[in-house]
T-cell receptor
Framework: AQKVTQAQTEISVVEKEDVTLDCVYE???????LFWYKQPPSGELVFLIR??????QNEISGRYSWNFQKSTSSFNFTITASQVVDSAVYFC????????????FGKGTHLIIQP | SQTIHQWPATLVQPVGSPLSLECTVE??????LYWYRQAAGRGLQLLFY??????ISSEVPQNLSASRPQDRQFILSSKKLLLSDSGFYLC????????????FGPGTRLTVL
């Protein structure tokens, strides 16, 4: 069984502040994939990143960065110099099945960036 | 390029009425297809997935069913809607089981009254 915990239900920061969204996952498998998705008010899920369990290197993409730590089963997401357009619900997800079953999502973190 | 369509975009239905939501994918063949539901204030829950025509796997027991009559068509149905069926329904696909990112459709917002 898999589980993803996003303990922060809602975060509100002022524009230009840095913000970190936490994600803790559980899986019994040694091979798994971790994802982050963004859901703007329109509702459509936008893929942000995929990381496999054998690649613990942190990744940076513009203002976005991800910190993967297997020792603590965490895959945290940081937005640097936040902007109003970053306001959305962010979901962390894990996949560790050997077949074609779907992702296990956390309950999401609602990020509000105030101007 | 590949695209995924869902319709209708929004739907308001009375309790006890039937349901049919459609999802189609363009620009690919033999995709894995998925139905998720997002209830208000909650995360996404996988409902069904399909690896091929006529092949449906259900993740949770519920009032819903799914069918895949064609390679790139995935339908979510119900004979009698319940209030608890309200939510945001998302269709998704991946090209195969290699698990690159899962692509999501625009979603259908269903309200059962």
């Amino acid at each position: 069984a898999q589980k993803v915990t996003q303990a922060q239900t809602e975060i509100s920061v002022v524009e230009k502040e840095d913000v970190t969204l936490d994600c803790v996952y559980e899986t019994r498998d040694t091979t798994y994939y971790l994802f982050w998705y963004k859901q703007p008010p329109s509702g459509e899920l936008v893929f942000l990143i995929r990381r496999n369990s054998f690649d613990e290197q942190n990744e940076i993409s513009g203002r976005y960065s991800w910190n993967f730590q297997k020792s603590t089963s965490s895959f945290n997401f940081t937005i640097t110099a936040s902007q109003v357009v970053d306001s959305a619900v962010y979901f962390c997800a894990v996949y560790s099945g050997g077949g074609a079953d779907g992702l296990t999502f956390g309950k999401g973190t609602h990020l509000i960036i105030q101007p | 390029s590949q695209t995924i369509h869902q319709w209708p975009a929004t739907l308001v239905q009375p309790v006890g009425s039937p349901l049919s939501l459609e999802c189609t994918v363009e620009g690919t063949s033999n995709p894995n297809l998925y139905w998720y539901r997002q209830a208000a204030g909650r995360g996404l829950q996988l409902l069904f997935y399909s690896v091929g025509i006529g092949q449906i796997s259900s993740e949770v027991p519920q009032n819903l069913s799914a069918s895949r009559p064609q390679d790139r068509q995935f339908i979510l149905s119900s004979k009698k809607l319940l209030l608890s069926d309200s939510g945001f329904y998302l269709c998704a696909w991946i090209p195969d089981s290699s698990y690159n990112e899962q692509f999501f459709g625009p979603g259908t917002r269903l309200t059962v009254l």
